[in-house]
């Protein structure tokens, strides 16, 4: 899946132009979310693809992200923590697309006041399976606070769990 490109125009609070991240924007964006967030290397989490208006990931199962161990399903925490920071990832995406006439340091530099203020998870089914993907948009990027829908599938594209978050984003 592609991370650089979007074929698709942003949402209107975005922009009105469709978008292409720079590869320095993606790969970068993409060592802060897989690498320098700690917590997500624990969680496993890879990024799939990466657009202006959201963001795409996975998960793949591995015994330490056991909640059940009868039925080896995911532990609620897991499923939780990895909607959030895909809904930190989008807004992330959504920030740097609004900003695309900074240097792509200072975009990556607004990342550091990001922070999450509301979230909400539904669990719809027990998440059971090989690997696990992820879906967050952006509903809303305002000056100082970011919605986000975020989805959590199995391997059979089974909606999993979904989410809603809000992020401070000033």
């Given at each position: 899946m592609p991370l650089q490109k979007s074929n698709k125009s942003t949402t209107s609070s975005l922009a009105s132009a469709p978008i292409e991240f720079e590869p320095e924007f993606v790969i970068n964006l993409k060592k802060i979310f897989e690498e320098n967030i700690v917590f997500n290397q624990v969680l496993g989490l890879k990024i799939t693809e990466l657009l202006p208006e959201s963001a795409h990931g996975r998960i793949e199962m591995r015994h330490e992200l056991i909640g059940h161990y009868s039925y080896k399903?995911?532990?609620?925490?897991?499923?939780?923590?990895?909607?959030?920071?895909?809904?930190?990832?989008?807004?992330?995406?959504?920030?740097?697309?609004?900003?695309?006439?900074?240097?792509?340091?200072?975009?990556?530099?607004?990342?550091?006041?990001?922070?999450?203020?509301?979230?909400?998870?539904?669990?719809?089914?027990?998440a059971i399976g090989d690997f696990f993907t992820m879906k967050a948009e952006v509903l809303r990027l305002g000056s100082r606070v970011a919605s986000t829908r975020m989805e959590f599938h199995g391997p059979d594209g089974k909606l999993l769990a979904a989410g809603s978050g809000a992020y401070i984003v000033s």
């Open positions: 399903r995911v532990h609620g925490g897991v499923i939780s923590a990895a909607l959030d920071a895909m809904g930190g990832l989008a807004v992330m995406a959504a920030i740097g697309a609004r900003h695309m006439d900074e240097p792509v340091a200072a975009r990556l530099h607004r990342f550091g006041k990001l922070g999450t203020i509301d979230l909400r998870i539904d669990y719809l089914r027990p």
